[in-house]
């Protein structure tokens, strides 16, 4: 990432990215919290706390009219792409005025107004869909671009193979994200994973691939803008590994005793993503109570 200074950097671009991950952050404390406390949640909740980066990363640079698809960790990736918060939390809670009517749940969440076109349960799945989504796009003559972002444990399943490959031979105008929070439900992604990894299978069918910090937002924006225009002018599907941290369990009510001790508390400490964004606004000269009010008003 190019050093920052108070000349170089888009103060209003930065406050806005810290809008989008807090209230990410702030739904999901309630998504959990409806689910564990006051048991109004059907279902599992599959929070992405400490991946907020990411979402809102990989999300900024789209067009309204661009389209996304998502995995069962989908909240932050709807959200970011401008959904309603409220229609959101009513899906999770089986409501009338849900986003799906309530029907979809949080694994399920889909909003065709801003063409996101759903978070999917079945690991990987959303790889084939998107990249139909993505030949749709070409058919049509369009010059909007599919993002799909799926996990690193779907990696390992057969639609990653069909999906990159249709998109190569097509030559479709997709984005392939794998958000890697180094974990494949409760088991250790590397321990599971062949070869040197998503990117290196990626490349191997002919994308070209990049591997980004998934928790420094400003870096996956900067990286994603380019990688959309190139794909926006008919060159050809890419591949963005992006490496981040599931600061919680797989679910709600997962504790995640699997991993090591003090991994989690490590992460949390010294690479959360909001925290690494609060201290680049600081660095750059913005007053402490400008990055508070941006909390409390996600709150």
Known sequence: ?????????????????????ERIRAFEENAVL???RDKLVLGAIHPSFGQEASAAGVIWPLRKDDYMISTHRGHGHTLAKGADPIAMMRELL???????????????????????????????????????????????????????????????????????NW???????ILFVCEDNQ???????????????????AAALGLPTLTLDGNDVESIVD???????????????????????????????????????GEADTQIETNDPISRQKEVLTDIGVDHSAIKAIHNAAQ
């Open 1 to 21: 990432m190019k050093e920052i200074t108070s000349a170089n950097y888009d103060r209003e671009r930065g406050l806005k990215l810290l809008a989008v991950m």
């Open 34 to 36: 409806a689910a564990e």
């Open 94 to 164: 089986g409501r009338e005025g849900g986003c799906c009517g309530g029907k979809g749940g949080s694994m399920h969440i889909a909003d065709f107004s801003i063409n996101m076109l759903g978070a999917n349960g079945v690991v990987g799945a959303n790889i084939t869909i998107g990249a139909g989504a993505a030949h749709g796009v070409k058919l049509k003559g369009s010059d909007q671009i599919v993002v799909d972002i799926f996990g690193d444990g779907a990696a390992n399943r057969g639609p990653f193979l069909e999906g990159l």
């Open 167 to 173: 998109a190569v031979i097509f030559e479709l105008p």
């Open 183 to 201: 974990y494949s439900a409760t088991t250790k992604t590397k321990t599971v994973t062949g070869g040197d990894g998503p990117a290196a299978r």
């Open 223 to 261: 990286s994603v803008m380019a990688c959309i225009a190139r794909i926006r002018k008919g060159g050809g599907p890419e591949f963005l590994h992006v490496i981040t941290y599931r600061q919680k369990g797989h679910t709600s009510f997962d504790k995640a005793a699997y991993r090591p001790a």
